[in-house]
């Protein structure tokens, strides 16, 4: 189970980073991502990373938010971040973070089936 945190109320510009850890990890490699769902719609992916043999082995991002999100990682800590920049009247939603392990995934990274472990939300507010 994945447990993210960060989340809350700030005015439209204004930045918040997310966090979510994954507790359970058992393999150095792994696939981690975030998705979004805002009310009344369907749930939207945010950006991913995939980790492997010691090094990033890609990153992506969904194109509004490129430039002003960005997913990082503290492995040590098994810790992934979503630093977020420049926030928008379309960016509220709740927040989920996700992971499979390895990094060698059969799916995209923008598939929700990619990803087999979920964490239960967290909301981010953009006040205008």
């Known amino acids: 189970q994945l447990v993210e945190s960060g989340g809350g109320l700030v005015q439209a510009g204004g930045s918040l980073r997310l966090s979510c850890v994954f507790p359970?990890?058992?393999?150095?490699?792994?696939?981690m991502g975030w998705f979004r769902q805002g009310q009344g719609k369907e749930r939207e992916f945010v950006a991913a990373?995939?980790?492997?043999?010691?090094?990033?082995?890609?990153?992506r991002y969904l194109d509004s938010v490129k430039g002003r999100f960005t997913i990082s990682r503290d492995n040590a800590k098994n810790l992934v971040y979503l630093q977020m920049h420049s926030l928008k009247p379309e960016d509220p939603a709740v927040y989920h973070c996700?992971?499979?392990?390895?990094?060698?995934?059969?799916?995209?990274?923008?598939?929700?089936?990619?990803?087999?472990?979920w964490g239960q939300g967290t909301q981010v507010t953009v006040s205008s």
């Open positions: 996700a992971a499979a392990e390895g990094w060698r995934v059969s799916m995209s990274l923008p598939s929700a089936a990619t990803y087999i472990y």
């Open positions: 990373l995939t980790w492997g043999g010691g090094n990033t082995r890609s990153v």
């Open positions: 359970g990890r058992t393999k150095s490699d792994f696939t």
